[in-house]
């Protein structure tokens, strides 16, 4: 306030004369709020009110080119009666589960790895950042047609290695579909985790392991005592982003399985998707998609206030 | 990481493991090259039939890539994609910086919650967004139109920006703004002049993440586009090569290759800013 | 599409008056004017990937430029995955815009009865001046009072096989397993020599559903009685159908099968690994295309070792679904009247032989003139296909193939009844869910 009033009382004002303009500018809420102002019309038109629109279109019966009517909750009856749409809960829950375990522990690995000097080491770095670089849905082909039932290289490549008699069926059993989608999101994943805990560890002075080395402490030790703490904030962030990724995932499911066999791979996206403009059920596919909103939510907020904990420490 | 040990330990423990990693991570890549300019003969064998060399090609041709640029629209939707990621990106950054300075600097009522509003937009599920979109974009006419992508994209650009970007701001110091402010420059000029270019690498961070989430996205370019000159890369890879004939593998993994490479060359100048900006956003 | 005018319409109806008129394309580009007529009338068609490339060729190079010629009409044509169809319909009418004219497969036009312009006056005269549709043409693109369709073919779907193969376990040629018992025991000899049989039991709107629905009418199963009211899917033919076709996938089948697409056992007999599979003419047509690409183990090609034969009888008879394809005209078309002008133009007889012709027998006509076309008399090894569509069946049987049938269909219900026991389900339960789901579905 102090300083505002200095400027007001300045006469030497370097600038042009200060209109009206410029002076509700001064004001910091008048210009905050014309900060603000394209962040909100932008998201308001664009999120805020088709979220609305959502979720009244999921309380309706609306078809493709027929509007629909009002059936209040009726679409979330069907869809808890509906078995493939728990598979897709189901599938969701623990594919986001599973990769982000993965994810984490290989991102982990990788930046304790990346984190020694060596030669090569920016270029490795840079190349390591390239599967989550790429477009997913292209680097999602190469990997449909490493897994294809008749063509696969793995396939073949571990027949050779004698490790198999006959072919893995990548895409075509179930828990096997599973799998191999999985593996393709870890894929993507893992230089997105290694790139953002390096640079967490990069921030840990290495006196303090050295301290600790000279203590006698053990590698095992001091990564656990002195590393792991110290990064838990930044992985926590990382997590997070990466949940909300992994969850509402669409593209990868898609382009590797469609969802099959059988809704084996049935994520909320895809089935939503399926629904709602495969088959024209816009109602239901609303619905769909709206109850994915709850249970990220749940799971953000456990998150964030685990970091708050975790921040606090 | 220390290892200790003798030099057998350093292998096991590391060298090995590194390059298990780049093996793994980069394989994908050094498959799509290989299968870029295969022949067809060789792609269909299947893979217990003999002599079958994954590996390596020794018959390498440029059909596919041929096919590609000349029997599809493969250059157009590159333009349209590069098209609409820098306008994307563009938009994004403007109102990512003004949103991010104002929510990192200013004191005003309902900071917190407006920044947790954003957040949360972030939440919502693109898969219960596209159909009223599709209304939206109706009534104003966009559909089929890359203004469509390019005002629908900042949806889940500006909250990424913003959030990177208050990163940055954070860490500038406030002494910055009021020195100006004293000798008498507004808000604004102290914004635009002193603490902005403070901020040019995590704008150069945010920027270069915006676009590569551009180029990647998919689902609104899916249903918010039809005509085939309109389509962005990954919709339009995905809807005409992949075609019911036997023969389009090798153009498939062309496109992705080449569709590729921008984002990827992009990436190479300015690999320090991308893993600065994730440094930088996971540290604020 | 711009608006016509009347001299446009009457250069519609006059065909070749246009041409005269303003002294032929070459005129028209000499003086680097577009027919004054034609400012603009584009029509932009969507159709699926055609499996026979030769005939999308055929569309672009010799039928778009005959339009823009003969009605003064830019055909714009789109080809998209065949399985991406419907998403686009529902996006392109949920956002107004979009192609002005969609060839829908199967009985998908049945989801989309609002936003389609009524094509009865087209498809009446088309019908009357070609010998009438076939049935099955009829009801998917017909809701019962009016069209809303134009029928454009019908694909013809066989058993393709291996006729060495097939006779090294004692069916010579012409013989072929008769019934699903006997076509079993060959597929388990087969396949012991590793060479099974093939099918796609996935969600792809091919192959799946034109095995899956005639596998279980042949054994006396159907989704609903003719009242269109009584879900009897849940029946001891039905379990029986699904616990034999445990048996037989994991005797005779290439377990594969449970991802595959529509061309992936194309692949898989054309490189070798399969004796036999559900197709279209796609496979022997490609083979028989490059002789010298598509061998046998002996090295002779493989086209000469290809036969079709209709799928094995079961205890209720012998059935087909074969895949048939309508054109939609969208009702948010900015002028009905050049897209109708259009549907009837290129349904009609001259221009349609052009396409026939290029599709050589993969797919028959809507229309039974096409039974009597010289093509027939070209291949032996195609004849099969020649009157496929006659036997058609349709999905929703015995009820209509309207919206509700259209929905199980898109919904793989009666796909995955099958897939899930495959897959562990004990068929009892799997029927069970699959009668639930479409009763459910002919609630709403």
């Not at chain 1, 998609?289 to 975790?310: C, D, G, K, T």
């Not at chain 2, 109706?138 to 990163?167: S, V």
């Not at chain 2, 915006?210 to 995905?238: C, D, H, M, R």
């Not at chain 3, 009446?124 to 009801?139: L, P, R, T």
Request: hydrophobic share 50%.
């Amino acid at each position: 306030m102090a300083v505002e009033s200095i400027v007001g009382a300045k006469p030497y004002v370097t600038t042009s004369r200060r209109g009206p303009v410029t002076r509700v500018l001064e004001n910091e809420r008048w210009f905050a709020f014309f900060l603000l102002l394209p962040t909100a019309v932008l998201l308001g038109l664009f999120i805020a009110y088709p979220f609305i629109r959502g979720v009244l279109l999921a309380v309706t019966d609306a078809k493709v080119g027929v509007p629909g009517k009002f059936v209040g909750l009726q679409n979330f009856a069907l869809l808890l009666n509906d078995s493939i749409f728990r598979t897709a809960v189901w599938n969701t829950i623990l594919y986001t589960a599973v990769t982000t375990v993965f994810k984490l522990a290989l991102g982990l690995w990788l930046a304790l790895l990346l984190n020694r000097h060596f030669r090569g080491k920016a270029m490795t770095r840079a190349f390591v950042l390239l599967p989550f670089i790429i477009p997913t849905v292209l680097s999602t082909f190469a990997w449909k047609w490493m897994f294809d039932p008749t063509f696969s290289v793995i396939n073949w490549t571990l027949f050779h290695l004698g490790i198999i008699r006959t072919r893995i069926n990548w895409l075509g059993d179930p828990v096997l579909a599973l799998v191999s989608v999985m593996i393709v999101n870890i894929w993507r994943g893992v230089p997105f985790y290694a790139i953002s805990l390096l640079a967490g560890l990069q921030t840990i002075s290495p006196e303090l392991a050295e301290a600790a080395a000279i203590d006698g402490a053990r590698p095992w030790q001091r990564f656990r005592y002195i590393t792991w703490p110290l990064l838990l904030p930044v992985t926590m962030v990382v997590v997070l982003f990466s949940v909300i990724q992994t969850f509402a995932d669409f593209q990868l499911v898609y382009i590797l399985t469609g969802g099959g066999p059988a809704n084996a791979t049935q994520l909320f996206a895809t089935y939503a998707y399926q629904i709602g403009v495969g088959t024209g059920l816009l109602g239901e596919g609303a619905a769909i998609s709206l109850a994915m909103f709850p249970v990220l939510l749940v799971v953000v907020v456990v998150q964030l206030l685990y970091i708050r904990r975790v921040e606090t420490l | 990481m220390m290892i200790e040990g003798a030099r057998w330990r350093r292998w096991i423990f590391f060298n090995l493991p590194l390059v298990l990693f780049v093996v793994g991570l980069l394989f994908p890549f050094y498959w799509m090259m290989v299968t870029t300019v295969r022949p067809d003969a060789e792609l269909y064998r299947p893979w217990m039939a003999p002599n079958y060399t994954p590996f390596w090609t020794l018959h390498p041709t440029l059909d596919h890539i041929r096919y590609l640029l000349e029997e599809t629209l493969f250059s157009r939707w590159m333009l349209n994609t590069f098209f609409i990621s820098v306008l994307a990106t563009a938009i994004s950054l403007f109102c990512g910086l003004l949103a991010g300075y104002a929510l990192s600097r200013l004191k005003f009522p309902f900071a917190g919650s407006l920044g947790t509003g954003i957040f949360i937009t972030y939440l919502v599920p693109q898969t219960l967004l596209f159909i009223p979109l599709a209304d939206i974009i109706r009534n104003f006419r966009l559909g089929d139109t890359p203004w469509a992508l390019i005002l629908t994209y900042p949806t889940f650009l500006i909250p990424f920006c913003t959030w990177l970007l208050m990163g940055y701001f954070k860490a500038i110091p406030r002494e910055l703004e009021e020195c100006a402010r004293i000798d008498g420059a507004t808000r604004w000029q102290a914004m635009v002049y002193i603490i902005f270019p403070a901020a040019v690498p995590g704008i150069l961070s945010a920027g270069i993440f915006a676009f590569t989430l551009s180029w990647n996205e998919f689902i609104y370019a899916l249903v918010f586009l039809s005509s085939p000159e309109q389509k962005t890369v990954s919709v339009g890879i995905t809807s005409e090569l992949v075609r019911g004939d036997v023969f389009y593998w090798g153009s498939l993994m062309a496109g992705a290759l080449l569709g590729s490479v921008p984002v990827a060359i992009i990436y190479s100048f300015f690999v320090e800013y991308y893993v600065a900006g994730i440094t930088g956003s996971v540290k604020g | 599409m711009a608006r016509i005018t009347r001299r446009k319409l009457l250069a519609l109806s006059s065909g070749g008056a246009v041409a005269a008129k303003t002294g032929g394309i070459a005129a028209i580009l000499a003086l680097r004017q577009a027919p004054a007529y034609a400012q603009g009338t584009t029509i932009h068609w969507l159709r699926w990937n055609d499996f026979v490339p030769a005939s999308d060729e055929v569309l672009r190079k010799v039928i778009a430029p005959e339009c823009e010629k003969t009605l003064g009409i830019k055909l714009n044509i789109e080809t998209i995955n065949g399985n991406d169809i419907q998403a686009r319909t529902t996006s392109a009418i949920q956002s107004g815009t979009g192609p002005d004219v969609i060839c829908a497969l199967n009985n998908w036009a049945q989801l989309y009865p609002e936003s389609v312009v009524d094509v009865s006056d087209v498809a009446e005269e088309i019908g009357k001046a070609q010998g009438g549709f076939y049935e099955e043409s009829h009801v998917v693109a017909n809701d019962g009072e009016k069209w809303i369709a134009v029928p454009w073919c019908v694909l013809g779907a066989q058993l393709a096989y291996r006729k060495s193969w097939f006779a090294e376990i004692g069916y010579d040629a012409p013989k072929f397993p008769q019934t699903w018992e006997e076509y079993r025991e060959a597929g388990k000899k087969l396949k012991a020599k590793g060479r099974p049989l093939g099918q796609a039991v996935s969600h792809s709107f091919g192959d799946p559903p034109t095995y899956a629905y005639p596998y279980l009418w042949s054994w006396g199963g159907k989704e609903i009685e003719a009242d269109g009211k009584t879900v009897v899917l849940n029946s001891k033919e039905t379990v029986d159908s699904v616990e034999f076709a445990v048996g037989f996938w994991s005797d005779a089948y290439d377990d594969g099968g449970l991802a595959w697409d529509d061309t992936s056992n194309n692949r898989a007999f054309l490189a070798g690994t399969i004796s036999s599979t559900l197709n279209g003419a796609s496979i022997y047509l490609e083979a028989k295309r490059k002789p010298d690409v598509y061998l046998t183990e002996t090295g002779q090609p493989l086209f000469q070792d290809i036969l079709h034969a209709p799928l094995p009888k079961g205890a209720a008879g012998q059935f087909g679904y074969h895949l048939p394809m309508s054109n939609m005209l969208m009702k948010y078309v900015r002028d009905p009247k050049a897209g109708k002008e259009f549907l009837r133009w290129i349904t009609s007889k001259q221009v349609y032989q052009a396409w026939f012709d290029s599709q050589q027998g993969y797919s028959v006509g809507a229309t039974t003139i096409w039974e009597k076309d010289k093509l027939w008399d070209k291949d032996p090894v195609m004849l099969p296909f020649r009157t496929a569509a006659r036997a058609g069946r349709f999905p929703g049987y015995a009820g209509q193939a309207d919206r509700h049938a259209a929905e199980v269909l898109s919904k793989y219900i009666i796909v995955d009844m099958t897939a899930k026991a495959i897959q562990g389900t004990p068929a009892q339960d799997a029927v069970k869910w699959a009668h639930e789901e479409v009763a459910k579905i002919h609630l709403a």
